[in-house]
């Protein structure tokens, strides 16, 4: 079954490059603290190109996602993220840069059947 949802990760990317554009995600490694000096390293900045959907919600998911306890802002994006191929996935501490706005993701949904991630559903906000 893991060949059948990889190809589904595989067309998840090629349609979200196709109707989409391949953007940037930046977050941060946090520093190891030394134990005896308690000084950290320094966190280390990542950055990854990715393939990307970014849309407006619409009055139906705003009122979903309000029942579920979120709660969508003014202004506030959905950005679909294609899974495959990806180093590391998106987190909280995400920040999306899309044409050179940077987005702060505040919520992530995983289409994830069997262990295999497909696409990141991410709110991001300004």
């Known amino acids: ?32 603290s030394d134990p005896v000096t308690g000084q950290s390293s320094g966190d280390t ?38 899974a495959a191929g990806l180093k590391w996935a998106p987190t909280l501490t995400t920040e999306a840069e899309i044409n050179g706005v940077k987005w702060q993701v505040v919520n992530i949904k995983e289409a994830n059947p069997a262990g295999t991630p497909l696409v990141y559903f991410c709110q991001v906000r300004k």
Do not use: C, W
Request: charged share 20%.
């Open 1 to 32: 079954m893991s060949d059948f949802y990889n190809r589904m990760a595989d067309t998840a990317l090629r349609l979200i490059a196709l109707f989409g554009s391949e953007q940037i995600l930046h977050d941060v490694i946090p520093g190891a």
């Open 45 to 82: 900045p990542i950055n990854q190109p990715v393939q990307v959907i970014l849309q407006d919600y619409n009055l139906k998911e705003s009122g979903l996602m309000y029942a579920e306890g979120q709660s969508i802002q003014q202004g506030d994006k959905k950005l679909i993220i294609a």
